[in-house]
């Protein structure tokens, strides 16, 4: 049983910068991990996700902006979001699941351990 917690959601001006962060319990050197995110009204999206090879995809509504990152000696993943924008306001999710999410890295599916989620508003 993996438990996810996240933090570093909060209100920014759109063109802002916040960094995300997802503390897992266990090693998650393992685990394909990825960045999910809910606005009002909508389903959930995936935005980004790490293989446990590393590799990475993103969503093209972030591409560019956002970067998904690991620490494995710290069971930590991250997410640095740059030149936020208005569109991005969700609660954003941490999953986790064993092995490798192959190409499936932004879909809900494969996840098996979600965080609490964290609630990023931006405002112009």
């Known amino acids: 049983q993996v438990q996810l917690v996240e933090s570093g959601g909060g209100s920014v001006q759109s063109g802002g910068s916040l960094r995300l962060s997802c503390v897992a319990s266990?090693?998650?050197?393992?685990?394909?991990m990825g960045w999910f995110r809910q606005a009002p009204g909508k389903e959930r999206e995936g935005v980004a996700g790490?293989?446990?090879?590393?590799?990475?995809m993103y969503a093209d509504s972030v591409k560019g902006r956002f970067t998904i990152s690991r620490d494995n000696d710290k069971n930590t993943l991250l997410l640095q979001m740059n030149n936020l924008k208005d569109e991005d306001t969700a609660i954003y999710y941490c999953?986790?699941?064993?092995?490798?999410?192959?190409?499936?890295?932004?879909?809900?599916?494969?996840?098996?351990?979600w965080g609490q989620g964290t609630q990023v508003t931006v405002s112009s």
């Open positions: 266990g090693y998650t050197y393992s685990y394909s």
């Open positions: 999953a986790a699941v064993f092995g490798s999410c192959g190409w499936s890295l932004l879909e809900r599916n494969p996840y098996t351990y």
């Open positions: 790490t293989n446990r090879d590393g590799r990475t």
